[in-house]
């Protein structure tokens, strides 16, 4: 099938986000403004206006019922999902790199920037899931992050843990309830930025993504590096699909890095990767920027990507996708059915 | 003799799939049996909340 294209955005995508069902996709981007649209055939349903500055982050919570986004106002908000209804503002020194609810929808993570003065942080919020309801200003964590500036960061499973990524390639894992600092990894390559971290559906693994050009699963409980995805570009996400063993990474040179800016050799392609064997299987062509952002349907029926370029490319995926297998896998599925 | 060091080769990287995916099942079926130790409903429903239709689904079962 065709990509659909969604053109609505007049700057630069940063985050792209399915809802629960996957009937909705969320995009922010550099132009202030978050759109939303169905996922089925790209038509635009709403915007939500009110951000001041470029958006960083959106994540939407588990009922569809909330809409969290983050920016460069120095601003977290929340929204009515179905109404548009700005309901809560809580004012930062800095910007918001990325925001993230827990599987629950209880807790909502704010990832601040690092400047001037200002270390970066982790704040997390106790989140009334009531849209009617008054949203409380108290954090109830604040983890201050004084080695490394953390650049994204999420709940695992039961909200035990907050895993952080950050500026140096390192990654940590937090008591999410004490804000304890209880373990950090050497994860991605050494002063290695990590762009991205995306969790499995069951959230006791996720994918790091990073300018070392690789993308890696790790373990929430251990943060052993299980799988490792070379790639010849540097990484902007990285994304695990439901249904098939794949991951899908996005990147590419952004055009001010490289002398030479043909959409070949900024390698502005979607990359699929078996998750299990990490080798390449496939590449998706089309923006003409590099990749900013990719998100999998949680259906595992297809995926989007938001670009450099201002444009989010939604696409299902065909039989051939879910038909294929590896030898070994058909065995394994072969030797289970005969048990 | 080419064929015949390519057929080994072929095994070698058979043998190696095989390898990693046993041993991510297995990793997998532990991570799915802490889950259920805890008691982790959302994480063990692909991360969705569960409604209460699949719950009466469940039960018809």
């Known amino acids: 099938m ?24 969320f995009s922010v981007s550099k132009d202030h403004v ?13 915007t939500y206006h009110g951000h001041q500055g470029a958006l ?63 270390l970066g942080t982790i704040v997390v919020y106790e989140i009334d899931p009531d849209p009617e309801a008054e949203q409380t200003d108290e954090q109830s964590l604040r983890i201050v992050c004084e080695d490394s500036k953390p650049t994204v960061a999420g709940f695992s499973y039961l909200a035990h843990y907050i895993i952080s990524g950050h500026e140096d390639g390192t990654v940590s894992q937090w008591d999410a309830k004490s804000g304890e600092l209880l373990y950090n990894a ?106 900013n952002y990719v998100a999998v349907h949680p259906q595992g029926t297809g995926y989007c990507s938001g670009g450099e370029d201002g444009y989010v490319r939604v696409h299902h995926f065909d039989k051939p996708y879910f038909d294929f297998l590896y030898e070994v896998e058909r065995e394994q599925a072969q030797e289970q059915a005969n048990l | 003799q080419d064929q015949a060091k390519k057929n080994t080769a072929d095994k070698a990287v058979i043998e190696a799939r095989r390898r990693l995916l046993q041993e991510w099942l297995a990793w997998r079926e532990s991570m ?14 692909g991360g969705k909340i569960p409604s209460e239709e699949d719950e009466g689904a469940e039960e018809i079962e």
């Open chain 1, 2 to 25: 065709r990509p659909i294209l969604l053109s609505g955005h007049e700057r630069a995508l940063t985050q792209v986000k399915y809802n629960p069902d996957g009937d909705i996709i």
């Open chain 1, 34 to 46: 978050v759109c939303a649209w169905f996922s089925h055939n790209g038509e635009r349903l709403g």
């Open chain 1, 56 to 118: 960083w982050t959106v994540d939407v919570d588990p009922t569809s019922t909330l809409l969290a986004t983050g920016g460069a106002d120095n601003t977290m908000r929340l929204w009515e999902v179905k109404t548009g209804k700005l309901l809560k503002t809580w004012d930062f020194p800095t910007s918001i790199k990325r925001v993230e609810f827990s599987a629950d929808g209880r807790q909502l993570l704010g990832v601040t920037e690092k400047r001037s003065g200002h």
């Open chain 1, 186 to 291: 050497q994860v991605h390559e050494p002063d290695m930025l990590i762009t991205d971290l995306q969790w499995a559906p069951d959230r006791t693994y996720f994918i790091t993504a990073s300018k070392d050009k690789t993308a890696r699963i790790s373990a929430a409980d251990s943060l052993e590096v299980l799988k490792t995805y070379t790639t010849d570009t540097p990484l902007n996400s990285a994304a695990i699909t439901p249904v098939k063993e794949y991951v899908i990474l996005g990147g590419g040179q952004a055009a001010m890095d490289v002398t030479t800016t043909s959409a070949r050799q900024g390698k502005f392609e979607a990359r699929f990767y078996h998750k299990i064997f990490a080798e390449e299987i496939g590449r998706v062509r089309g923006h003409f920027g590099p990749l």
């Open chain 2, 32 to 45: 799915v049996r802490m889950l259920e130790e805890e008691g982790a409903v959302i994480e063990l429903n």
